[in-house]
């Protein structure tokens, strides 16, 4: 069964502008993880958060998470054509012992 | 540094018929995690080992589904046989005992018609 929720399903935005994702879970967790996939590719890993921490940043992009709210978002400023792609949020209920469990993804497309 | 490497990339198989994808993790990790991505899915676990132990196979089909990791390094997904529902991609990843983060191969496509 899936884990995570993503919101939006879909999201078309301009070159430059910033995209934020959301990700929803229902069980507690010990860290929560973003994931990339390109068309036809394995997943990236991008970004982890855990539990005890509320943001993070790594490069443009940067990562939220309530766990109050069992709630996550990913925001990536000054988008680019580039970053057109899969976005998935996982989350791990273990340190180090885990199974990641996936949500469904939010496609994004950057038009050029 | 080597990543995760999947054979073959792409098969085409008819429906009753049996097909293996084979998975080579990155040197040193001992997890390794077999996930089946349907397309607009997110990839769901089919099985986790922990060098050639099982640690969760309960969402595998184990009625056409069978993995293997004998040696503890590469690892082995059987179908057999196959149903149109398991046209799929078929992920491998790796992570090391401790560590948070998975690595994925580019994945196994399957259509079966």
């Known amino acids: 069964s899936q884990q995570g929720e993503e919101d939006p399903q879909a999201l078309s935005i301009q070159e430059g502008e910033n995209a934020t994702m959301n990700c929803s879970y229902k069980t507690s967790i010990n860290n929560l993880q973003w994931y990339r996939q390109n068309s036809g590719r394995g997943l990236v890993h991008l970004i982890l958060i855990r539990s005890n921490e509320r943001e993070k940043h790594s490069g443009r992009l940067r990562v939220t998470l309530d766990t109050s709210k069992k709630s996550s978002s990913l925001l990536i400023t000054a988008s680019r054509a580039a970053d057109t792609a899969s976005y998935f949020c996982?989350?791990?209920?273990?340190?180090?012992?885990?199974?990641?469990?996936f949500g469904q993804g939010t496609r994004l497309t950057i038009n050029p | 540094e080597a990543g995760v490497a999947q054979s073959p990339r792409y098969k085409i198989i008819e429906k009753r018929q049996s097909v293996a994808f084979w998975c080579n993790p990155i040197s040193g990790h001992a997890t390794l995690y077999w996930y089946q991505q349907i397309l607009g899915q997110g990839p769901k676990l089919l099985i986790q080992f922990q060098n050639n132990g099982v640690v969760d196979d309960s969402q595998l089909p184990k009625d056409r589904f069978s993995a293997e990791r004998l040696k503890g390094v590469d690892s082995t997904l059987k179908i057999q046989p196959a149903k149109l529902e398991d046209s799929a991609v078929y992920l491998c990843?790796?992570?090391?005992?401790?560590?948070?983060?998975?690595?994925f191969g580019e994945g196994s496509w399957l259509t079966v018609v």
């Open positions: 990843a790796s992570r090391f005992a401790s560590g948070n983060t998975i690595y």
């Open positions: 996982a989350t791990g209920e273990k340190e180090g012992a885990q199974k990641l469990v």
